[in-house]
């Protein structure tokens, strides 16, 4: 663990704040140098303490956050969000996926009529 008592391992944290889904997945992070703490790459024994600034590459964006609490446990997610001030970009908007062709359950197998409007609705339409 840690060797003093003002800080904790960044893997440890990282999943603890609740920005990685495992333990395991952060410091795999660590290890692919997608986290970098006060702008130098990491390993997931580094020791993160309180005010410094963490980035770290998931899940196809980049989160940037301010330690503000260490914690050791994982917490819920609002004892979470008082651990870290989120100074992340905001997320790029989400595409509208098209509401695709639902079909009613025992209806059997479609139709070449049904299967033609399905793949038009899905946009692979034959023009």
């Known amino acids: 663990m840690a060797s003093d008592e003002g800080t ?3 893997d440890s944290w990282i999943w603890s704040v609740r ?3 495992t333990r395991s997945l952060a410091a ?3 290890r692919a140098g997608h986290v970098r703490v006060n702008g130098e ?3 997931p024994a580094h020791a993160v ?3 410094d600034e963490v980035r770290l590459r998931h899940a ?3 989160r940037i956050v301010v330690v503000s609490r260490l914690v050791r446990k994982r917490v819920g997610a609002a004892v979470a969000a008082e651990c870290f001030v989120d100074n992340s970009p905001p997320p790029p908007p989400r595409e509208e996926v098209p509401l ?3 079909r009613d359950r025992g209806t059997g197998r479609p139709t070449k009529r049904d299967r033609r409007e399905i793949d038009q609705l899905r946009g692979r339409g034959i023009d």
């Open 19 to 21: 920005l990685t889904k």
């Open 28 to 30: 795999a992070a660590c």
């Open 49 to 51: 303490r309180s005010g």
């Open 100 to 102: 695709m062709g639902i």
């Open 8 to 10: 904790t391992r960044i």
């Open 60 to 62: 196809g964006r980049e």
């Open 41 to 43: 790459r990491v390993k």
